[in-house]
């Protein structure tokens, strides 16, 4: 079965650094693409980009490109989505989400919910 | 980048109605990959549609999809309280992935 597994909710204060994580199981990890999309509180799905595990390629949306960082340790399965100084307007949940058939997304994480407030 | 938009923004129907939702893309959607997605309250998105029309394992029947180009439409074609939920299309091309801002499906 496939799974995505991620990281635990987090709060944190403006300025601090974070990085949360998506583990996959249950099918070959370097075949996939893994992509993050933001979820405002009460708003849409937002892609903020992707990751070849395979070989760490990734590219971002206009949008997020230089605030956010997208990594992968295929040792332990596992991708990253990083912040260096996170803003209030950073607080939503974010899911992780594997590529399927003509470039959808057939699997999701749970959702990993960050807030970021003084 | 390909802007998606979704018309209506909400709908009420009653049980056993047809919905059709549509999805609009500001240029032509490459090899008709447009996927349509359902997020019910706490809930991960689920995939529905791919490939503009191809079910997705475990999608019920009643659900379809169509469309070319830049016009796409969702089917649901005899509503069920449990389809009551926001609805999202997706698209993917130039490296780029986008989303439609939602149709929100209420039941009366």
């Known amino acids: 079965e496939v799974q995505l597994v991620q990281s635990g909710a987090e709060v944190k204060k403006p300025g601090e650094s974070l990085r949360i994580s998506c583990q996959g199981s249950?099918?070959?990890?370097?075949?996939?693409?893994i992509s993050w999309v933001r979820q405002m509180p009460g708003k849409g799905l937002e892609w903020m980009g992707r990751?070849?595990?395979?070989?760490?390629?990734?590219n971002y949306s206009p949008s997020f490109q230089g605030h956010v960082t997208i990594s992968a340790d295929k040792s332990i399965t596992t991708v990253y989505l990083q912040w260096s100084s996170l803003k209030a307007s950073d607080t939503a949940v974010y899911y992780c989400?594997?590529?399927?058939?003509?470039?959808?997304?057939?699997?999701w994480g749970q959702g990993s919910l960050v807030t970021v407030s003084s | 980048e390909i802007v998606l938009t979704q018309s209506p923004g909400s709908l009420s129907l009653s049980p056993g109605e047809r919905a059709t939702l549509s999805c609009r893309a500001s240029?032509?959607?490459?090899?008709?990959?447009l996927a349509w997605y359902q997020q019910k309250p706490g809930q991960a998105p689920r995939l529905l549609i791919y490939?503009?029309?191809t079910r997705a394992t475990g999608t019920p029947d009643r659900f379809s999809g169509s469309g070319s180009g830049t016009d796409f439409t969702l089917t649901i074609s005899r509503l069920e309280p449990e389809d009551v939920a926001v609805y999202y299309c997706?698209?993917?091309?130039?490296?780029?992935?986008?989303f439609g801002p939602g149709t929100k499906v209420d039941i009366k």
């Open positions: 989400a594997r590529q399927g058939y003509s470039y959808a997304f057939n699997h």
């Open positions: 997706q698209q993917y091309g130039r490296s780029l992935f986008t």
């Open positions: 490939g503009a029309s």
């Open positions: 249950g099918y070959s990890f370097t075949s996939y693409w």
């Open positions: 990751i070849d595990p395979r070989d760490s390629y990734t």
């Open positions: 240029q032509s959607v490459s090899n008709n990959y």
